[in-house]
């Protein structure tokens, strides 16, 4: 089985952060909806198509009107998929809303909180206000929705770990099954990193950082969280099943502008132009890039995406996959780590430790083969 996302660029307003692509042009909803379904039925063959998992992201799903996401819900078939989540703005969800997504085959909603500050909201230029998240959550609720997860950003400039501390205590009381974490980055092209490069915002500190992230893993895990994947934490039962089969490298079929597809072999990903992307699938072709995967490039993945989750690198399959020399070579880099106390090696697993989380990044560059 396999997973489907399906990419709504829509946004009322872009967040000063976001390097996803996104356009306000909301007009072009009805066409981009009948974009879609042509591209599904375009693409019938790629991989196995009994969707475990459907995921619609954006951009902000939730702007689109009633009907336009009744009629997408219409074209996929939900009959084998265990969850089928929707991300939301906090502010779209009205009672109306929440009652049309129990209409729908939708059983987990994804908002972006991101903070409880109405100060740092307008910083980054989201359009909610901080009660309009507990609005939302009582709203889903009442609708039947028993799978609710939360994003949170830290490190905004000039936070202090009271005000970090602050928004998990606000989050924790939304007793939501599912809670995301980030540290706010600075992404080439988004006005975030223009302020940057300008001078007129400054970085958080890197020790102010890490304290604020094992804070976060701290309070979470001992509220009864499992600390199931770097940034992303869940009540027993509650992972994310759709982004756990990403870091399991389960096949997915990404649709619509920019959407990215993986079938283990080859990497894909359609044209980010909303325009250019109608065009072509009304005329029946599909504006994608493709690049096939080695055998290293597939290694390389099955590393940096395995040590992003709690269990880790599983050595045994990774031997049966990609053979004696790159398990051999895995071991020879993991030493360091396992020494400095980074990477721990235990139950024929190869897992990051509390310490090695934070600087996961360069534990798992130096772990892939070249």
């Not at 100060?119 to 009660?131: E, K, V």
């Not at 600075?186 to 992230?213: I, N, Q, S």
């Not at 359609?270 to 290694?299: A, C, M, W």
Request: one cysteine or more; a negative charge; aromatic letters at 10%.
């Amino acid at each position: 089985m396999a997973g489907l996302y399906v990419h709504i660029p829509f946004c009322k307003s872009r967040c000063i952060y976001c390097g996803f692509y996104s356009t306000t042009s909301s007009g072009m909803a009805e066409k981009y909806v009948s974009a879609l379904c042509r591209e599904m039925d375009l693409r019938s063959g790629y991989c196995d198509q009994e969707w475990q998992t459907v995921y619609i992201g954006g951009g902000t799903p939730s702007t689109l009107p009633h009907d336009q996401l009744r009629r997408l819900f219409s074209h996929i078939d939900c009959s084998h998929a265990t969850e089928i989540t929707i991300e939301c703005n906090p502010d779209d969800v009205t009672h109306d809303f929440a009652s049309l997504l129990s209409s729908l085959p939708v059983n987990r909603v994804s908002m972006g909180a991101q903070t409880f500050d109405d100060s740092r909201l307008r910083f980054l230029c989201r359009r909610h206000g901080a009660a309009d998240v507990k609005r939302a959550v009582d709203n889903l609720r009442s609708a039947g929705i028993d799978n609710i997860s939360v994003d949170l950003i830290y490190g905004f400039p000039d936070e202090t770990i009271d005000q970090w501390d602050a928004d998990i205590t606000t989050a924790l009381s939304l007793d939501v099954e599912h809670l995301s974490a980030y540290c706010l980055s600075y992404e080439e092209g988004t006005p975030l990193h223009r302020l940057l490069a300008e001078g007129k915002v400054t970085e958080a500190d890197d020790e102010l950082t890490r304290r604020m992230y094992y804070h976060l893993i701290d309070r979470l895990t001992a509220a009864g969280y499992e600390h199931y994947e770097i940034s992303n934490f869940a009540r027993p039962g509650r992972r994310s099943r759709h982004n756990s089969s990403y870091w399991n490298s389960t096949p997915y079929m990404g649709i619509g502008a920019a959407a990215h597809s993986y079938d283990i072999n080859s990497r894909q990903w359609n044209i980010s132009d909303l325009l250019i992307y109608i065009k072509e699938v009304e005329q029946g072709n599909l504006p994608f890039e493709l690049e096939t995967l080695d055998i290293t490039e597939r290694y390389n993945d099955t590393v940096m995406l395995s040590l992003r989750t709690l269990e880790g690198i599983d050595l045994p399959a990774l031997r049966s996959t990609f053979g004696s020399g790159l398990h051999t070579y895995l071991l020879r880099q993991a030493i360091q780590y396992e020494e400095s106390g980074l990477l721990i090696h235990e139950n024929d697993r190869l897992h990051l430790s509390r310490e090695g989380l934070y600087v996961s990044d360069m534990v798992m560059s130096d772990l892939m083969k070249v």
